[in-house]
Each structure stands twice: as structure tokens, then as C-alpha cells.
């Protein structure tokens, strides 16, 4: 009885969510936080890209930032200096960033670590490139202000609040998008290479092609999310794609579940809370804190957060957090009390067990 | 006259100074069942790599059915009918069975990237005849109950079975099969011979690689013994048995102890 009900709270749960984010922006709900809310779309938009790549493709990217930044810098330059419409300098942004993936797509020959340290290179390159700025184009670190708003028709995204709902329609399109993908004949080829890429080639998979197309999907998905940054925060500067932001998208990733595409909202959401409301009181303990976090996830809950968190509610009920600590507490306390030499010399000792 | 569905000349495979694959002869008739034994280091399984196009031929040349297939890549070969199971089962242990053999289909279907991304109708159309012709092949194999089980939770018997299964999804006409028997009871090697006679009457030739001998002689039509790269006997499997050559690879030269 208690299990069909929960089964119906389950079936609840999504048309809450949907409709605590619909609410979050009007004033009388959670107005002040709209701001971090759009900024968590963003991410979560760069963090599906990289559950795509990292969980279900099996490849490590620690420079996810660049593509965010490529897309963010061509969005800004064409459509404040060259006066493009924006829209299609998005679209400009996102084609440059894919055929910069696809060019650099060379790298996916390398496995593991190696593949990390190029990623890791690419990031760097890209930022150093824009800070650099040899050509006048990004404004070096000061970076680009001017950039226009996003506008259909009459409709201009002048405001928080319409911005809110233009990033999170975005984000659900490519929530649902890759979802898509994750279900299909690609998706499972995508997952035959994270499986075993000699067994998939075995198949009629051609696994470097595979892991070309998801790295340049990825890449475009982390530009389209810093073309919306650019024409919301209306200033870009290569401040905001650092090679350590790479590491924030990652964590973020590795949070909500690497194979996980609905884990994304999770994990970009815990991410930028901490970063955005918690940690900036702490500034210099920022990346210690969120190492540390990183580290207690990657052993306790491999899987990720979102995805151990689900698993916990399928096994133990609504309740299974205080469960969980109660065992363990009493673990803990058994432990203390030498209970369990006890009871082990007890059995020895052929005595009855109380 | 007999159909040669594969047929190698010459071919050689060295890796550095070792030569693997020495001058093999081979001609794998269409639709039987043959094997190919020798002892450990005999080259039986770089030449599977060989036709499965893992490895590059070094030299010599490499038929199927007719047309050279050397230079082809190892998804090409797929596509034109060859198959292939590896001796450590490499399943995709993120995946459930049936998802593993609906894997096996990728070379019989085409829907792409946008097809899936927006849910177009051709999506829907071959995945509906993905998955019942994935469904056929587990129940082939007899796996029909454990559909929805993830790979890894299965027993070496039958992980062994599904990833036949698996291979029989991309519609083979030859059939690799590298040492399907090697780790499995006697009732799971009865089963997998009632299996391999199965696929046999589905036209498939088929090729193994084992050191289970009760198995390939009560399967194989034809026995090839490999030894230290080089062919040293073929024939039937009695024939094979009774062969000087064969009974001194496997036990030492005998005139050296006499």
C-alpha cells in the first residue's frame, strides 16, 4: 500500500520539479535567485554535452571550457563589433566551435591520461589565445562589452526573467535531445565503445568516427551555451572560460552521474549553489572545498550523486538518507563499545549468545 | 566441387622478428564447420585477428568469397559478413543482454544522429526490427529469460552464448569463433555444440579455434593443425589424429625419446 503511493508521489515528482523551475523567477517565489538559475542552465547545457563524451562515450575532457569560450568569444565579437544579428552569430559561433572540434578531433586517438593532458592543452590554448589577443579581436582580458541582447520578433530578452525561460527552453531542447541520442542505435554504439572498443569494432563500429561526432557535439552544445552566456551577461572576458572552469564542468558532471543525462540539472545546480551562495564567502577555500567534495563523491558514489541518490530511494524507501546514518552510527558505536570482540570470544568460548 | 568462402595464400603475419602466421595455406569451404587446433603459440588466434582485420597481412594474400579483402577495415569486413567472438567474451557490461545483441545490429541498420535527436519516423521503423531480430537471436542462444539482465550478471556459460548471439546479429556468413568451449561444463560445451550445429543450418560457415578435443571431433568436418605459425596437417578429424606430424606437436618429437 505504502509502495503504490510512493509510486504515485513518483509520477508526481516530475510535474513538481518542472513547476518549481517555471516558478523560480516571479518575485513572490524566488525571485533574488534568478540570476543563479539562468547561470545553472548554462552549465547544465556544457555538463550534457560532457556526459555524452565522458559517461556513455568513455572519454575523458578536461577542456570543455575552450569550446564554451569559442562559442562565447565569436558570439560576442560578430555581434557587437560586426553588428550580426545574433542569432546568427550563435549559429556562426556553434559551426566554428564544431569544425574547431572536428580539427582537433586528432587527439581522440589518444586513451586515458594522455587524452586528459591534450584536452587539458586545448583549454589552455584557447584561453591563452584570447588573452593574448594578438589580432585586437576578443579585447584581451578586459574582454568585450556591448554585445545586444537575443530577440524574436518584438520579443527582446532585456530582462532576468525572460532570460531565465530563454536558457532553461534551450536546456530542456537539449536535455531531451540528447536523451534522444542516449536511446537509440547511437546511443548504444556510443556505449559499445565506453564497453569495449575491440568488441564494438568487431561489430561494424567504426569507434574513432563515433568518438569524433559525439566530441564535436559536445563541443558545439558547450558553444551554444556560451553564445546564451554572452548575450546575458552582455560582457565576456576569457575570465569566464578559465582551464579551471573545465575542472568546475567536470565535477559538475561527475556530481549529477556521468551516465546520467537528467543528473546534469543536478549536478550543475549543486555546483553553482556552492560556488555562487556558499563558497564566495570562503573565496580562497573555494577549490579546496569542492576538491574535497569531488573526492568523497568519486569514492563513495562512483556513479554519482544523482544516481546514488535515486538508487537509495529505489532500495530503501523516501527516508533511506537517516536509515543509511542510523546503520551506520550504530556501526560506529558497536565498534566503540568492543561489541563485536565480545561477542567473537563469546563464540569462541563455545557460550551461548544472548 | 565445393563453394571456398575463405581462402588464404601465403599469408604471413611477423610481429618484429617473430613470424605468428607463417606461408598458411588456408581454403574454408562455405557452410561447414572447421576448426583449427595446434598447441598454445600456434598462431590460431592472430590468424582469427588477421581475417577479422585486427592486425594488417604482413604478406600473402587474403580472400573472401572470391575478392581480396586485405586492405579492408575491420567495420567493412563486418558489413560484408564476417563475424567474430574474442576468447575473453568482451561484453559491453554497461548494457543488458538484449542490448548487447541489438549492439550486433549496427552494421544492418542506418538511422543516424537526426534521426534519433528529433525522433524521426525511420528511427522507430528499424529499431522495432532491431530489437525483434535481437530478440530472435538471444532466444536462439537461449537466453530468452534473461533479457533485461545486465551482461556482467551472467554466468560465464551464458555471457559466452550471448556474445554468440551478439556476433550472429551483424548476419554473418562466417563465423569466428575464438575458444567458445574454453571455460564451460560439460552439459554448457553440449549445449554449445547443439548451438554451432544450429547456426550451421542457418548457411553460417563457421570457424573455431579450440583445445577442447572431444568438441571439434564431434563437430568440426575439417581439422587445420597449426604449429609454431606453420600448417602441419588438415583433414578429417580422425585423420588428423593418427598424423605423425601432429601427435609430435603436441607431445614432443617422439623419434628424439626413442
Given at each position: 500500500?505504502?509502495?503504490r503511493i510512493?509510486?504515485?508521489w513518483?509520477?508526481l515528482?516530475?510535474?513538481?520539479?518542472?513547476a518549481?523551475?517555471?516558478l523560480?523567477?516571479f518575485?513572490?517565489?524566488l525571485?533574488q535567485y534568478?540570476?543563479?538559475g539562468?547561470v545553472?542552465g548554462?552549465?547544465?547545457i556544457?555538463?550534457?554535452?560532457?556526459?555524452?563524451?565522458?559517461?556513455?562515450t568513455?572519454?575523458?575532457?578536461?577542456?570543455?571550457?575552450?569550446?564554451y569560450?569559442?562559442?562565447?568569444?565569436f558570439s560576442?565579437?560578430?555581434?557587437?563589433?560586426?553588428g550580426?544579428?545574433?542569432?546568427?552569430a550563435?549559429?556562426?559561433?556553434?559551426?566554428v566551435?564544431g569544425?574547431?572540434a572536428l580539427?582537433?578531433?586528432?587527439?581522440?586517438?589518444?586513451?586515458?591520461?594522455?587524452l586528459?593532458m591534450?584536452t587539458?592543452?586545448?583549454g589552455?590554448?584557447?584561453?591563452k589565445?584570447a588573452?593574448?589577443?594578438?589580432?585586437g579581436?576578443?579585447?584581451?582580458?578586459?574582454?568585450?562589452?556591448?554585445?545586444?541582447?537575443?530577440?524574436?520578433?518584438?520579443?527582446?530578452?532585456?530582462?532576468?526573467?525572460?532570460?531565465?525561460y530563454l536558457v532553461w527552453?534551450f536546456?530542456?531542447?537539449?536535455?531531451?535531445i540528447?536523451?534522444?541520442i542516449?536511446?537509440s542505435?547511437?546511443?548504444r554504439?556510443l556505449r559499445a565503445?565506453?564497453?569495449?572498443?575491440?568488441?564494438?569494432?568487431?561489430?561494424g563500429i567504426?569507434v574513432?568516427?563515433f568518438?569524433?561526432k559525439?566530441?564535436?557535439?559536445?563541443?558545439?552544445?558547450?558553444?551554444?551555451?556560451?553564445?546564451l552566456?554572452?548575450h546575458?551577461q552582455?560582457h565576456v572576458?576569457?575570465?569566464?572560460?578559465?582551464?579551471?572552469?573545465?575542472?568546475y564542468?567536470?565535477?559538475?558532471?561527475?556530481i549529477?552521474?556521468l551516465a546520467?543525462?537528467?543528473?546534469?540539472?543536478?549536478?550543475?545546480?549543486?555546483v553553482?549553489?556552492?560556488r555562487?551562495?556558499?563558497?564566495?564567502?570562503?573565496d580562497?577555500?573555494?577549490?579546496?572545498?569542492?576538491g574535497?567534495?569531488l573526492m568523497?563523491?568519486l569514492?563513495?558514489?562512483?556513479?554519482?550523486l544523482f544516481?546514488?541518490?535515486?538508487?537509495?530511494?529505489?532500495?530503501e524507501?523516501v527516508?533511506f538518507?537517516?536509515?543509511r546514518?542510523?546503520?551506520?552510527?550504530?556501526?560506529?558505536?558497536?565498534?566503540i563499545?568492543?561489541?563485536?570482540k565480545r561477542?567473537?570470544?563469546q563464540?569462541?568460548?563455545?557460550?551461548?549468545?544472548q | 566441387m565445393?563453394?571456398?568462402?575463405?581462402e588464404?595464400?601465403k599469408?604471413?603475419?611477423?610481429?618484429?622478428?617473430l613470424?605468428a602466421v607463417?606461408?598458411?595455406d588456408?581454403?574454408?569451404?562455405?557452410?561447414?564447420?572447421?576448426a583449427?587446433?595446434?598447441?598454445?603459440g600456434?598462431?590460431?588466434?592472430?590468424l582469427?585477428?588477421l581475417v577479422a582485420?585486427v592486425?594488417r597481412?604482413t604478406?600473402g594474400e587474403l580472400?573472401?568469397?572470391?575478392?581480396?579483402i586485405?586492405?579492408m577495415?575491420?567495420?567493412?569486413?563486418t558489413?560484408?559478413?564476417?563475424?567474430?567472438?574474442f576468447?575473453?567474451?568482451?561484453?559491453?557490461?554497461?548494457?543488458?543482454?538484449?542490448?548487447?545483441?541489438?549492439?550486433?545490429?549496427?552494421?544492418?541498420?542506418s538511422?543516424?544522429?537526426?534521426e534519433?535527436?528529433?525522433l524521426?519516423?525511420k528511427k522507430?521503423?528499424?529499431?522495432e526490427?532491431i530489437?525483434l531480430?535481437?530478440?530472435?537471436?538471444?532466444?536462439?542462444?537461449?537466453l530468452?529469460?534473461?533479457?533485461?539482465e545486465s551482461?556482467?550478471?551472467?554466468?560465464l556459460?551464458?555471457?559466452?552464448?550471448l556474445?554468440?548471439?551478439?556476433?550472429?546479429?551483424?548476419?554473418p556468413?562466417?563465423?569466428?569463433?575464438?575458444?567458445?568451449?574454453?571455460?564451460l561444463?560439460?552439459?554448457?560445451k553440449?549445449?554449445?555444440?547443439d548451438?554451432?550445429?544450429r547456426?550451421r543450418?542457418?548457411?553460417?560457415?563457421?570457424i573455431?579455434?579450440?583445445?577442447?578435443m572431444?568438441?571439434?571431433?564431434?563437430l568440426?568436418?575439417?581439422?587445420?593443425?597449426?604449429?609454431?605459425?606453420?600448417?602441419i596437417?588438415?583433414?578429417?578429424?580422425a585423420?588428423?589424429?593418427?598424423?605423425?606430424?601432429?601427435?609430435a606437436?603436441?607431445?614432443?618429437?617422439?623419434e628424439?625419446?626413442?
Open positions: 500500500m505504502a509502495r510512493l509510486k504515485r513518483r509520477l515528482l516530475i510535474p513538481v520539479v518542472i518549481f523551475m517555471a523560480v523567477p518575485d513572490w517565489f525571485g534568478k540570476y543563479l539562468t545553472i548554462i552549465s547544465t556544457v555538463t550534457v554535452g560532457l556526459c555524452l563524451f565522458m559517461g556513455y568513455g572519454q575523458v575532457s578536461l577542456g570543455q571550457a575552450a569550446f569560450g569559442i562559442g562565447m568569444s560576442a565579437v560578430l555581434s557587437s563589433v560586426h550580426l544579428n545574433p542569432w546568427l550563435m549559429l556562426i559561433a556553434a559551426c566551435t569544425l574547431v580539427l582537433l578531433g586528432i587527439i581522440l586517438r589518444l586513451k586515458g591520461n594522455y586528459a591534450a587539458l592543452a586545448v589552455f590554448i584557447v584561453w589565445i588573452v593574448i589577443d594578438d589580432m579581436y576578443t579585447g584581451g582580458p578586459d574582454g568585450i562589452r556591448g554585445i545586444p541582447y537575443l530577440s524574436i520578433g518584438s520579443l527582446e530578452f532585456d530582462s532576468q526573467f525572460k532570460r531565465y527552453g536546456c530542456l531542447a537539449i536535455l531531451l540528447s536523451q534522444n542516449v536511446n542505435r547511437i546511443g554504439a565503445v565506453h564497453g569495449s572498443e575491440e568488441a564494438a569494432e568487431s561489430l567504426n574513432f568516427r568518438k569524433l559525439i566530441f564535436v557535439v559536445s563541443a558545439v552544445y558547450a558553444s551554444i551555451a556560451g553564445s552566456f554572452a546575458h552582455l572576458s576569457p575570465g569566464y572560460f578559465e582551464p579551471i572552469d573545465s575542472v564542468l567536470v565535477i559538475m558532471a561527475v549529477g552521474g546520467s543525462i537528467w543528473g546534469a540539472i543536478f549536478g550543475a545546480a549543486t553553482e549553489i556552492l555562487n551562495e556558499i563558497l564566495i564567502h570562503y580562497k577555500w573555494n577549490m579546496v572545498i569542492l574535497l567534495i568523497v563523491i569514492i563513495l558514489m562512483p556513479e554519482g544516481v546514488a541518490l535515486k538508487k537509495g530511494y529505489q532500495q524507501g527516508f538518507i537517516p536509515k546514518i542510523w546503520r551506520l552510527a550504530q556501526n560506529y558505536y558497536s565498534r563499545k568492543g561489541f563485536r561477542k567473537m570470544a563464540s569462541l568460548a563455545g557460550e551461548p549468545e | 565445393t563453394d571456398i568462402i575463405l588464404t595464400r599469408l604471413t603475419r611477423a610481429f618484429g622478428g613470424v607463417d606461408n598458411v588456408l581454403e574454408i569451404e562455405t557452410g561447414k564447420i572447421t583449427i587446433i595446434g598447441p598454445n600456434a598462431g590460431k588466434t592472430t582469427f585477428n582485420g592486425y597481412v604478406s580472400n573472401f568469397q572470391g575478392k581480396s586485405d586492405k577495415s575491420p567495420v567493412k569486413r558489413g560484408i559478413g564476417i563475424a567474430r567472438t576468447q575473453h567474451v568482451h561484453l559491453f557490461s554497461n548494457m543488458t543482454a538484449l542490448e548487447n545483441v541489438m549492439t550486433g545490429q549496427h552494421s544492418r541498420s538511422y543516424g544522429f537526426l534519433s535527436a528529433f524521426l519516423p522507430f521503423r528499424e529499431e526490427r530489437r531480430n535481437a530478440m530472435k537471436y538471444l532466444n536462439m542462444v537461449g530468452g529469460q534473461h533479457v533485461q551482461a556482467l550478471n551472467l554466468p556459460g551464458q555471457q559466452k552464448l556474445a554468440i548471439a551478439r556476433a550472429l546479429a551483424t548476419e556468413k562466417l563465423l569466428l569463433l575464438d575458444e567458445p568451449g574454453a571455460g561444463n560439460r552439459l554448457e553440449r549445449d554449445l555444440s548451438l554451432i550445429r547456426i543450418e542457418m548457411e553460417i560457415t563457421v573455431l579455434v579450440e583445445h577442447d572431444p568438441l571439434v571431433m564431434g568440426a568436418e575439417k581439422v587445420i593443425v597449426l604449429d609454431t605459425g606453420k600448417k596437417a588438415e583433414g578429417t578429424a585423420q588428423v589424429q593418427k598424423d605423425k606430424k601432429v601427435i606437436a603436441y607431445l614432443g618429437d617422439e628424439e625419446n626413442l
